[in-house]
């Protein structure tokens, strides 16, 4: 039994989002999620206490995605090359702890208002996630690699650590390109054929008469720099008025 729901084969198959697997668990998130700014706000906690909990949250999510890709390889008996992070989750799974643990503040801007986007479109339009009606292995690695990509830029946020504004946008999209090119290039060359950066789904960005990868390319760039505005709105208004200023 243990065996099956590593590998996802308890419970009754079919669509379940939007339904009690799918809700429960989403209602787990913003409760964790909640925590998380807490003590990323708490005055009570120190700079090096909080750098400690974001260390921690960081390693924990590194060690995940090396254990399921363990499983998914050596219980589940995929392909090797399921190590490749496929989708954006994949590699932002990987990229964000690291970026965290190293400080990287180029790669802050690059890639953690993407995965945090990402994250909140994946539990809000959960394709392909909650398939069985129990909360096997396969589901659990998507809810808990998913929220890592929440916790990690929020706890940043709400410490004073990093926060994203308006100047680091070009950075952004910078990043945006690298999980396109992983996605389209980089993934295509392994052989994997499917639509891995969402860009042909459908996933609610139809507008008839106009492809769906256009509709949802206008939609992402639109949405990061309103939200790389409102992350940060003081530094953001500074930023344009240096730029007034300097005409």
């Not at 590194?62 to 496929?86: A, G, S």
């Not at 996605?183 to 295509?188: F, S, T």
């Not at 499917?194 to 008839?208: H, K, N, T």
Request: one cysteine or more.
């Amino acid at each position: 039994m243990f065996i099956n729901w590593l590998i996802g084969e308890l419970g009754t198959p079919g669509e379940y989002q939007y339904q009690g697997i799918h809700l429960i668990s989403t209602g787990v998130v913003l409760l964790v999620l909640a925590l998380v700014i807490f003590l990323g706000r708490s005055r009570r906690i120190t700079d090096k206490g909080k750098r400690i909990i974001l260390r921690a949250i960081a390693i924990f999510q590194l060690v995940f995605e090396v254990t399921w890709r363990l499983i998914y390889l050596f219980v589940k008996k995929d392909d090797i090359l399921c190590w490749w992070p496929m989708y954006p989750c994949n590699l932002g799974g990987i990229i964000l702890p690291i970026i965290a643990l190293t400080n990287w503040t180029t790669g802050k801007k690059m890639f953690y208002l993407f995965g945090f986007i990402g994250a909140v479109l994946t539990f809000a339009l959960p394709e392909g996630i909650f398939c069985r009606d129990v909360m096997v292995f396969p589901i659990l690695k998507s809810v808990l690699q998913h929220t890592g990509l929440l916790m990690i830029p929020c706890f940043e946020h709400a410490a004073k650590f990093y926060r994203h504004n308006i100047k680091d946008y070009p950075w952004t999209i910078l990043g945006c390109f690298i999980h396109l090119f992983n996605c389209e290039v980089i993934d295509r060359w392994l052989g994997f054929e499917g639509d891995y950066m969402f860009l042909r789904s459908g996933l609610p960005f139809v507008i008839p008469g106009i492809p769906g990868f256009v509709v949802t390319v206008v939609f992402a760039i639109l949405v990061m720099a309103i939200l790389s505005y409102l992350s940060d709105i003081k530094a953001s208004n500074e930023f344009f008025l240096k730029k007034k200023t300097a005409k």
